[in-house]
T-cell receptor, first 117, second 115 residues
Framework: AQSVTQLDSHVSVSEGTPVLLRCNYS??????LFWYVQHPNKGLQLLLK??????LVKGINGFEAEFKKSETSFHLTKPSAHMSDAAEYFC???????????????FGTGTQLKVEL | KAGVTQTPRYLIKTRGQQVTLSCSPI?????VSWYQQTPGQGLQFLFE???????NKGNFPGRFSGRQFSNSRSEMNVSTLELGDSALYLC??????????????FGPGTRLTVL
């Protein structure tokens, strides 16, 4: 079984400073990893995904993540935080499911990002 | 393209009742998955349908069931509702269910409250 661990439940930054949201994964084979964001009372929006191509993945709104196999990490970063980035962020691993096919996402517990003036 | 739509957006039921939630995937997407989101358990996978067949199932009791129609629209049903079923139910669609894991696109969710 695959799993992800988000190391911080809450992160607070000042507007204009860098953002780092940490995620470690566990997988028995090469995983597909995603970061999703959820704004209050909204659904989930895909930020970026890693599927064994380039290890540095660029996403929307200036976010990027680096896949590090040796550290089993997939941390999310952004050089400069904006007030609109305040939301909950989920690190996600995709499992092929019991049949070896299909899509089954396993979510981390989420990191609440607060951006202060 | 229109995104994933879910109806209704909000629902209030009482214990013991049953409920049906609906999901229309993005046009052309054939895989539909359902997730439950609660403050205590986070986001948990319920099941996935592809071509009207259940492909994967999470660890939920048999009270939770689903189906998919030939136009890829999906419904999930919860029978004999319990207070703990209060949650945000999210539907996600993706183009296929085979090969490398696919990006899933989420709807806004249905907020179910059980009184």
């Amino acid at each position: 079984a695959q799993s992800v661990t988000q190391l911080d439940s809450h992160v607070s930054v000042s507007e204009g400073t860098p953002v780092l949201l940490r995620c470690n994964y566990s997988s028995s084979y090469s995983p597909s990893l995603f970061w999703y964001v959820q704004h209050p009372n909204k659904g989930l929006q895909l930020l970026l995904k890693y599927t064994s191509a380039a290890t540095l993945v660029k996403g929307i709104n200036g976010f990027e993540a680096e896949f590090k196999k040796s550290e089993t990490s997939f941390h999310l970063t952004k050089p400069s935080a904006h007030m609109s980035d305040a939301a909950e962020y989920f690190c996600v691993v995709s499992d092929r499911g019991l049949t070896g096919g299909g899509n089954k996402l396993t979510f981390g517990t989420g990191t609440q990002l607060k951006v202060e003036l | 393209k229109a995104g994933v739509t879910q109806t209704p957006r909000y629902l209030i039921k009482t214990r013991g009742q049953q409920v049906t939630l609906s999901c229309s995937p993005i046009s052309g997407h054939r895989s539909v998955s359902w997730y439950q989101q609660t403050p205590g358990q986070g986001l948990q996978f319920l099941f996935e349908y592809f071509s009207e067949t259940q492909r994967n199932k999470g660890n939920f009791p048999g009270r939770f069931s689903g189906r998919q129609f030939s136009n890829s629209r999906s419904e999930m049903n919860v029978s004999t509702l319990e207070l703990g079923d209060s949650a945000l139910y999210l539907c996600a669609s993706s183009p296929r269910a085979g090969g490398p894991p696919d990006t899933q696109y989420f709807g806004p969710g249905t907020r179910l409250t059980v009184l």
